[in-house]
């Protein structure tokens, strides 16, 4: 049986650390979220994470179960800043498109904690906020239940994979990155023309389009799709005879 961890109301220091900040999940989070930034996830670990909050790395085990439970919350926390002063106004599309762009931006301004997280299911109350909130706007759009919810699970996991595959690459030494950005004006734009002709015939637009994110294509792709399925439902019904 895991370690019950004790309400945040009932665990708080009466006393600063040595840092002279009071714990909180929160700053733990926010500590957690630097730390990655800095070192990336091999060097996020209790002990120093202690250090950095001033506080013996036991403590750390009164506000999460371990250190999955508080990379789950640091899930969580990037999942509710994608949410925080979002709200439906009626076009699911736009709805949906400016919930998925923020998604995407949430993670990749932490690229380290988004590969740690990304494929992580928190069950927190940010995750499920936005998840009610995406079924919410599909179904007041009048997808029915099935369409609602498959729409939903690629939508979320669209989003989610391509905020991991992009914050891959951030997350890469700058040497690196940058070595791979020079590979399509590099390597592709000598292909020879005579073996692979598409690759030459297309290479300026190859080595301009490449490095950037496919997301926001990918999104109106998706959006375009679940639009025609709408579409067809709405047409179904009206070729129904009226009750």
Request: glycine share 6%; proline share 5%.
């Amino acid at each position: 049986m895991g370690k019950q961890v004790v309400p945040e109301s009932a665990r708080r220091r009466r006393r600063p650390t040595k840092n002279g900040a009071v714990l909180s999940e929160r700053l733990i989070v926010e500590t957690a979220l630097r730390m990655l930034a800095e070192h990336g996830g091999s060097g996020l670990t209790a002990r120093r994470l202690g250090l950095a909050l001033g506080a013996d790395p036991s403590t750390l085990y009164r506000y999460f179960a371990g250190m999955d439970d508080l990379t789950l919350a640091i899930g969580a926390e990037l999942i509710g800043r994608a949410l925080n002063g979002w709200k439906a106004t009626g076009d699911w599309r736009e709805d949906l498109r400016r919930l998925g762009l923020r998604i995407h931006r949430a993670y990749l301004a932490h690229p380290q904690a988004a590969v740690l997280t990304a494929s992580r299911v928190t069950g927190r109350e940010q995750e499920i906020a936005a998840d009610e909130a995406i079924l919410a706007v599909l179904r007041t759009a009048g997808f029915p239940d099935r369409d609602a919810v498959r729409i939903y699970h690629t939508f979320i996991d669209q989003s989610l994979a391509f905020a991991a595959l992009d914050a891959a690459s951030l997350a890469l030494p700058a040497a690196a990155r940058e070595a791979d950005e020079r590979m399509w004006e590099s390597a592709y734009a000598q292909v020879p023309e005579a073996s692979h002709p598409h690759i030459a015939a297309t290479a300026d637009l190859l080595a301009a389009r490449m490095n950037h994110s496919a997301y926001p294509a990918a999104l109106e792709m998706l959006l375009d799709s679940a639009g025609a399925q709408l579409d067809a439902v709405v047409r179904r019904a009206g070729a129904r005879p009226a009750p």
